[in-house]
Each structure stands twice: as C-alpha cells, then as structure tokens.
C-alpha cells in the first residue's frame, strides 16, 4: 500500500510508508550561536569563532545555506578565515577572524544570501598591553615576574626585570615594554649576563629627557661578561622594535658584537657604540629584514671581519642616521652588503676597511640625500662596488683610496645622479668594470678641484653634512627631474627648490644679504621677493629661509672691482631664535 502525504504548507514532504522524508523549507533566519561580544590585541586571532545558526520560517535546521561574512573596509578591523561558509547538518557555519593593526571597535555582520536577514558581532581591537620594568637586574627570566600594566611609567610588579618582561611578551604574544619613572632616571644601566632575546610583537620603549636635538636616553644596556651580543632577534619574529635606549659593549665571540638579527626589527632613536664583533658586523649583523632610524652607530666600533658596523645579508634600511668611526679588517669599514640596502638622509664618516671605506657592496645599493666623508680604504674610499649601486642627491668628499676610486671604484652596475663627486683626495672614480659618472652629466659635480663645500658640521637636521658655499658649483647644478619620486627634502629634512635643485644631499636655500645698514624692512619677505635684504632682515626671516650667505658687490670695490673688506655695524643686539639658522660669510681673499 502506498501512501501519499502532500504538505502544501511545508511543500518539502514527500514518501512512501515504508519511508518518510520531511526536508526543511528555504532558509529564512540566521541567528548569532558564539563570537560576540569579544576582543583581541592588534594583528592577533579572536578567542572564539564567529558562528551562526541557519533556520528555516518554521524553525527546522537548514543544511547547506549560503552565508558571507562582511568586516570594515578601512580603519579598526578584522581578517577573515574566509569571506563566507555554508552551514553543516547542523545548520552551523563559521569563521575565524584575526585583528588588523588599527585599534577600535567594529561590526562584522552575516548575511543568508539570497535573504535580507542579518545579524551582527561587535569585536574590539585593543592595543597591546604594557609591562613596566621595575628594576635593572638581570635574572635567568620568570614571566610570572610581570603582569598587566594600566601605567607606561609606574610598575606595581616589585621584580619585573627586562628579560622577565620579554618572556612575558612572548606569552602574551605581543606587549609594549616601559620601564618605571622612579627606577630608571639619567645614566640607568642593565647589565645582561646572556643575551635579550626578543620575540615577537614586542615593542621596548625607553625613557627620555629632553626633546629635538637635546632629547636622550635614559636606559643604557650592556653586558656583563664577554663573548656575546647585548641582543638577538631570531629567525620568524616579526613586529620587533626599539627605541630610546643605547645599547653597547657586546663582544660577540660571532658576528654581530651588539645586535645579531635574523628576524623582523626596526631600532628609531638608539645609539650603539663601543661594539666589538669577533667576525663580521662588529655593531650589528642582520640576516633578517632591519630598519635603523634617526639612529647613531659610532664611537670606535671594530670588526675583525668584514662590516665595521653592519654585516648586511638580509633586508636593511637607514633613515635619518649616522653611521661613523667604524673599522673593518675585512672589506666595507661602515657596512658590508651582499643582499639589499638602502640609506636616505644619512651620514657616514671617518670609517674604514680593506676595500669600501664607507660601504662594500656585492648586492643592491641605493643611496639618497646621503653624506660620505673622510672614509678610507685600499679601493673604493666611499663605495667599492660590486654589485648595483644607484645613488641619487649624494655628497662624496675628504674620502681616501690608496689604489684609486678615493669616492667610488665599480666594477658592477652604477648610477648616479644629482651627486657631488669631489674634493676626495685622489680620483673620484675609478672603473674596472663598466663605468664612471662624467661632470655636468646627470645633474652631478664630479671632479672639480674646488666643490666649495663648508667643513663637516650640523647645518640642521640629525645629522653632520657638507654645506654648499654661496657660488659653490654645486647649487642650481642638479636636475628636478632626476630627483627621486616621493623626495622632497634633502638629508636635513628642508625643502628642495624645484626651480633650482642642488648637487649632493644638502639643497641650499640662500637668501643674500645685500646692504650693510642696519635696518628693518616693513615687507617681511625682503630678501626673497628682490627687496632690501639687511642681515637683520635675513635673520627674522630665517624661518623659512635658514641659509643666508652675502651679495658678492658688498666686498668689492674700485675700478676694475677687487675684494674689499667690508664692515657690518650692528645699532643693536640680532635675536637669534630659529633652530635652525646658517650665516656663511664670503671668506678670505
């Protein structure tokens, strides 16, 4: 006997006796089973997955519905395992989502497609939390030493040291160490008995006084013993950083006698001097991908091997840096790179090595708006190269070769633009292999026996540079469109002048004075829209003109005109109030 049930409600049951199906209608409700509310520290995976519950109008489990997931375009968000799932036997679908690295709460809905039935999570991203290292003993490293701090600069842990904070990092999986205001003041010292290692996601923030050019740090680490560098970063890490502390006196029996990174690190504000490394790299030795900022490497650092300061085989990058007085036994006095390079707005001086004074590359190098001056070695006193080197808005000068190539020897792939190749002390350039830039090519001053450059000094900015002289042939000599993209300052960090683009790293804004009264214009852009420019003039317009030098007629006189001295007389005290101001009188006769 056949039995014939028919379910015009339902519309999905059909059978015989022997067996009856009743199958659910059309997905119609979506319903949130777990997920929200909840948060989770940036760039880390939310505890629980983002789970729903298909149903149909009658309630019945529905099988195999279609569910997308949506998280914020922009701003505070999340990554998701996947944009939709459908659900099992269960009527059960979900995704697992990861914070991005902006903080703040959001909305993820879930839609049944085909229906407008939604349904929201409310996540947080928070930022990551911080640990307050309340004293400068070293210990073997317990992270229960640490907990959980509201405060970046008092520490309610009695006995957090540096490497408990770091093992408690790595079990939180990311944090902001600080160290605590009444524990750490001027000259605060760390002595490590073993190297820090630094995991990652973790941020190490010293204390400061001061701020611009008079801020310093406060924390110093060095180590206690010998045969070891200050810190490790290994391979896999990522996110890693330092920033306002000096590290120093690492005597690696390896390379890297202060720093050995394999890992993801950037170092902003950090000093790193008296470093000694038994192979390469006597500062640092990066296998990994590092950034330097608006740092400094100097102070007699020593390197058995090859890189004075830095043995580069991975990924590094220096912004804003002085990297001087380094000596490699090997090649590359300053840096030795055989993998990829790049420094801008950065300074190298009084660094040498066998072959490279300054730098020796094998790999991919690239500077802009950089300074070499005074490095020496046997071949390549600035850069020995050979490897691809591109430079651009460059300044070499004082550097020193004793077989040729006082500022660059190539045997690779060279280019350069916009540079001043000059006033090194023997030829500029010396090619074994390809080539050699020209003067007047490429916007570059190559060769000339007298660049006009001032002494080495700090004519603003972070770093020592050489400043062109009024009537110095590097001014006006380079070229707008050979000026990098995304460039627009020069290694001092003020503004290049498109219609008049200078040689070398320095871009010079002069503004000439061109009376000897003493007298104040009403028009306060005097000196640059053709007006009577007096030097009190100059000096209150210097905010945004900071280089002022001298009209050559105020020191000449007779017929024919010959060099004159000249006198200034003030009627009153000049207010010298800028930062940042650059008098460059005429000179001697």
Same mark, same amino acid.
């Given at each position: 006997?056949?039995?014939?049930?028919?379910?015009?409600?339902?519309?999905?049951?059909?059978?015989?006796?022997?067996?009856?199906?009743?199958?659910?209608?059309?997905?119609?409700?979506?319903?949130?089973?777990?997920?929200?509310?909840?948060?989770?520290?940036?760039?880390?995976?939310?505890?629980?997955?983002?789970?729903?519950?298909?149903?149909?109008?009658?309630?019945?489990?529905?099988?195999?519905?279609?569910?997308?997931?949506?998280?914020?375009?922009?701003?505070?968000?999340?990554?998701?395992?996947?944009?939709?799932?459908?659900?099992?036997?269960?009527?059960?679908?979900?995704?697992?989502?990861?914070?991005?690295?902006?903080?703040?709460?959001?909305?993820?809905?879930?839609?049944?497609?085909?229906?407008?039935?939604?349904?929201?999570?409310?996540?947080?991203?928070?930022?990551?939390?911080?640990?307050?290292?309340?004293?400068?003993?070293?210990?073997?490293?317990?992270?229960?030493?640490?907990?959980?701090?509201?405060?970046?600069?008092?520490?309610?842990?009695?006995?957090?040291?540096?490497?408990?904070? &770091?093992?408690?990092?790595?079990?939180?999986?990311?944090?902001?160490?600080?160290?605590?205001?009444?524990?750490?003041?001027?000259?605060?010292?760390?002595?490590?008995?073993?190297?820090?290692?630094?995991?990652?996601?973790?941020?190490?923030?010293?204390?400061?006084?001061?701020?611009?050019?008079?801020?310093?740090?406060?924390?110093?680490?060095?180590?206690?013993?010998?045969?070891?560098?200050?810190?490790?970063?290994?391979?896999?890490?990522?996110?890693?950083?330092?920033?306002?502390?000096?590290?120093?006196?690492?005597?690696?029996?390896?390379?890297?006698?202060?720093?050995?990174?394999?890992?993801?690190?950037?170092?902003?504000?950090?000093?790193?001097?008296?470093?000694?490394?038994?192979?390469?790299?006597?500062?640092?030795?990066?296998?990994?991908?590092?950034?330097?900022?608006?740092?400094?490497?100097?102070?007699?650092?020593?390197?058995?091997?090859?890189?004075?300061?830095?043995?580069?085989?991975?990924?590094?990058?220096?912004?804003?840096?002085?990297?001087?007085?380094?000596?490699?036994?090997?090649?590359?006095?300053?840096?030795?790179?055989?993998?990829?390079?790049?420094?801008?707005?950065?300074?190298?001086?009084?660094?040498?090595?066998?072959?490279?004074?300054?730098?020796?590359?094998?790999?991919?190098?690239?500077?802009?708006?950089?300074?070499?001056?005074?490095?020496?070695?046997?071949?390549?006193?600035?850069?020995?190269?050979?490897?691809?080197?591109?430079?651009?808005?460059?300044?070499?000068?004082?550097?020193?070769?004793?077989?040729?190539?006082?500022?660059?020897?190539?045997?690779?792939?060279?280019?350069?633009?916009?540079?001043?190749?000059?006033?090194?002390?023997?030829?500029?350039?010396?090619?074994?292999?390809?080539?050699?830039?020209?003067?007047?090519?490429?916007?570059?001053?190559?060769?000339?026996?007298?660049?006009?450059?001032?002494? &080495?000094?700090?004519?603003?900015?972070?770093?020592?540079?050489?400043?062109?002289?009024?009537?110095?042939?590097?001014?006006?000599?380079?070229?707008?469109?050979?000026?990098?993209?995304?460039?627009?300052?020069?290694?001092?960090?003020?503004?290049?002048?498109?219609?008049?683009?200078?040689?070398?790293?320095?871009?010079?804004?002069?503004?000439?004075?061109?009376?000897?009264?003493?007298?104040?214009?009403?028009?306060?852009?005097?000196?640059?829209?053709?007006?009577?420019?007096?030097?009190?003039?100059?000096?209150?317009?210097?905010?945004?003109?900071?280089?002022?030098?001298?009209?050559?007629?105020?020191?000449?006189?007779?017929?024919?005109?010959?060099?004159?001295?000249?006198?200034?007389?003030?009627?009153?005290?000049?207010?010298?109030?800028?930062?940042?101001?650059? &008098?460059?009188?005429?000179?001697?006769?």
């Amino acid at each position: 006997q056949t039995i014939t049930l028919n379910d015009a409600a339902v519309g999905g049951a059909n059978g015989t006796s022997s067996a009856i199906q009743v199958t659910a209608a059309a997905p119609s409700s979506i319903a949130v089973s777990a997920g929200t509310p909840q948060s989770a520290y940036l760039s880390a995976p939310f505890a629980t997955p983002l789970t729903v519950l298909v149903t149909d109008s009658y309630g019945n489990i529905v099988a195999n519905a279609d569910v997308t997931f949506t998280a914020p375009a922009s701003g505070a968000s999340a990554t998701l395992s996947a944009p939709q799932c459908f659900t099992g036997s269960n009527g059960i679908c979900q995704v697992t989502a990861t914070a991005n690295a902006t903080v703040g709460s959001y909305t993820v809905t879930a839609t049944i497609n085909g229906t407008s039935d939604t349904v929201s999570f409310s996540l947080t991203n928070n930022p990551p939390p911080n640990l307050v290292v309340t004293t400068s003993a070293d210990d073997a490293g317990t992270a229960a030493n640490c907990t959980v701090q509201a405060s970046t600069t008092t520490g309610t842990d009695r006995n957090c040291s540096l490497r408990d904070a &770091l093992l408690k990092s790595a079990a939180l999986g990311q944090a902001n160490i600080y160290f605590g205001s009444s524990e750490f003041g001027p000259g605060s010292g760390i002595a490590v008995s073993s190297p820090l290692s630094i995991p990652s996601g973790t941020a190490i923030v010293g204390p400061t006084t001061g701020s611009g050019p008079t801020l310093t740090s406060l924390v110093t680490v060095t180590v206690n013993g010998s045969g070891f560098a200050d810190v490790t970063v290994n391979s896999g890490v990522t996110g890693a950083s330092i920033s306002n502390m000096t590290i120093t006196q690492g005597s690696n029996s390896g390379p890297g006698g202060c720093l050995v990174n394999a890992g993801g690190l950037t170092l902003t504000n950090v000093a790193l001097p008296n470093c000694f490394g038994n192979a390469n790299g006597a500062v640092i030795e990066n296998t990994g991908s590092l950034t330097l900022a608006n740092s400094n490497i100097s102070s007699y650092t020593y390197s058995q091997g090859n890189g004075g300061c830095i043995d580069n085989s991975g990924t590094l990058q220096v912004f804003n840096t002085t990297i001087a007085n380094c000596s490699a036994n090997g090649n590359g006095g300053a840096i030795n790179n055989s993998n990829f390079a790049i420094l801008e707005n950065s300074s190298l001086y009084g660094n040498g090595g066998q072959s490279g004074g300054g730098i020796e590359n094998s790999g991919t190098l690239v500077l802009v708006n950089t300074t070499l001056y005074e490095n020496s070695a046997g071949s390549g006193g600035g850069v020995d190269n050979t490897g691809t080197f591109a430079a651009a808005n460059v300044t070499f000068s004082g550097n020193w070769a004793a077989s040729g190539g006082a500022g660059i020897s190539n045997s690779g792939g060279l280019q350069v633009q916009n540079t001043i190749l000059a006033g090194d002390q023997g030829p500029e350039c010396l090619a074994t292999a390809g080539s050699c830039p020209t003067n007047g090519a490429g916007g570059n001053v190559i060769g000339v026996s007298n660049p006009g450059l001032l002494p &080495l000094a700090n004519y603003g900015g972070n770093q020592l540079t050489l400043m062109p002289l009024p009537g110095s042939a590097a001014i006006c000599a380079g070229s707008s469109a050979l000026v990098p993209i995304g460039v627009t300052a020069d290694e001092r960090g003020l503004p290049l002048n498109a219609s008049c683009v200078d040689a070398g790293a320095v871009q010079t804004n002069y503004v000439q004075v061109n009376t000897l009264a003493d007298t104040q214009n009403s028009d306060t852009s005097s000196c640059t829209d053709g007006g009577t420019c007096s030097l009190r003039d100059a000096v209150l317009q210097s905010a945004a003109n900071p280089d002022i030098g001298f009209a050559p007629a105020l020191f000449r006189s007779g017929s024919p005109a010959v060099p004159t001295p000249a006198t200034l007389t003030l009627s009153s005290p000049l207010n010298l109030t800028q930062t940042t101001m650059n &008098l460059a009188g005429p000179g001697a006769n």
